[in-house]
């Protein structure tokens, strides 16, 4: 990691945080709400905070967290199309997050939808600096800074929770500086080991589905349902995932014009369009 003997000073950071339509970006959920905040030495020098159109409905029991609903995002510009921006953020950054293997993983999905190589920015864990670090009551990012002495708002919307975090890290690298803690790679080893962008996984599909995965091209399946109902229908791949054990492909399925996700054992047949 070129980052490990570089004192944190001398880095920039990208603190994050993401509200999304559920936990598992395996099974079709998506990012509503992504704030960056770039900081070098420090100091502000730049940041995104946006709405963003996930392409699909948002579960009610995610909006009772994050009071986003659909005609919020209704109007919105789709991850992809803020990737540019995103990614001059993000360039030559050290990542900190709260939980950062969760947003992680989910702006890694937006990602390979937007067609960009993998990213390979190491990341900081304010919950896993917590969790090793400290001896907290509970370590939920509200918890945690009241407990350093860190002002909140109100949570669960992106770009408060992303000073929040700051704040919480530059109040922990003070304390981890005492202990001899001071570079990357000393802050790497006190959250457990590194934590990165995870890349696509290695899922073996028949053709034509390869294809059409790799080109997003349609593809015509044939589908056995959970209830045993076999359908036909003509999708549009988006990304793969695995959650369980099991492999998904998220996709925008023209039968029921949304996007859908698919189980790979349960596809029967696929035909190229």
């Given at each position: 990691m070129r980052f490990a003997q570089r004192l944190l000073d001398e880095v920039p950071l990208a603190v994050l945080d993401t509200e999304?339509?559920?936990?598992?970006?395996?099974?079709?959920?998506?990012?509503?709400?992504?704030?960056?905040?770039?900081?070098?030495?420090?100091?502000?020098?730049?940041?995104?905070?946006?709405?963003?159109?996930?392409?699909?409905?948002?579960?009610?029991?995610?909006?009772?967290?994050?009071?986003?609903?659909?005609?919020?995002?209704?109007?919105?510009?789709?991850?992809?199309e803020y990737a540019d921006q995103i990614s001059q953020l993000l360039e030559g950054a050290v990542v900190v997050a709260h939980n950062a293997a969760f947003d992680a993983g989910f702006i890694a999905a937006e990602w390979t939808l937007a067609g960009r190589p993998p990213l390979l920015n190491p990341c900081i864990c304010t919950l896993q600096l917590a969790r090793l670090q400290y001896s907290f009551w509970r370590n939920n990012l509200g918890e945690v800074a009241r407990s350093l002495g860190v002002r909140t708002g109100r949570t669960h919307r992106a770009m408060r929770d992303t000073w929040v975090t700051a704040r919480v890290f530059q109040r922990m690298t003070r304390d981890l500086r005492q202990r001899g803690i001071d570079t990357v790679g000393d802050i790497v080893h006190a959250q457990g080991g590194p934590i990165y962008f995870p890349p696509p996984p290695p899922i073996d599909l028949p053709s034509p589905l390869d294809e059409a995965v790799r080109d997003r091209s349609l593809v015509r399946i044939r589908y056995l349902d959970g209830e045993g109902n076999e359908t036909e229908r003509v999708i549009e791949p988006y990304y793969l995932g695995t959650h369980r054990g099991d492999d998904y492909l998220v996709a925008f399925c023209q039968l029921r014009n949304m996007q859908r996700t698919f189980r790979i054992d349960r596809i029967l047949a696929a035909y190229p369009v």
């Open positions: 999304t339509t559920g936990l598992q970006p395996a099974l079709g959920h998506r990012v509503i709400e992504l704030a960056i905040l770039r900081l070098e030495g420090w100091e502000e020098v730049g940041q995104f905070d946006q709405l963003i159109n996930p392409g699909r409905t948002i579960p009610a029991d995610a909006s009772r967290i994050n009071r986003i609903y659909d005609e919020d995002v209704a109007g919105e510009l789709s991850f992809t």
